[in-house]
């Protein structure tokens, strides 16, 4: 039960920090934030796959966001 507590709040401060300014998202995508969302999408836990999707969707925004004024 720990893991999986730490898990979801490792997640939402994550989230927290891609909410914020276009940097800040920026900082994220660039420490490799993207490679572990395969695992976690998958995860066994449906707290941590919600978390996981609208992780993933508010980062999708934002890259495809940025790619348009490219």
Not at 8 to 36: F, H, K, P, S, W
Not at 54 to 59: F, G, R, S, V
Request: net charge positive; with cysteine; hydrophobic share 45%.
């Amino acid at each position: 039960m720990c893991c999986f507590i730490n898990q979801t709040a490792a997640l939402r401060a994550l989230g927290n920090i891609v909410t914020g300014t276009d940097e800040q998202t920026q900082m994220v995508l660039n420490c490799g934030a993207l490679l572990y969302f395969p695992a976690l999408l998958s995860h066994q836990k449906p707290k941590i796959n919600k978390v996981d999707h609208w992780l993933l969707w508010k980062m999708t925004n934002f890259v495809v966001h940025n790619a348009s004024y490219s």
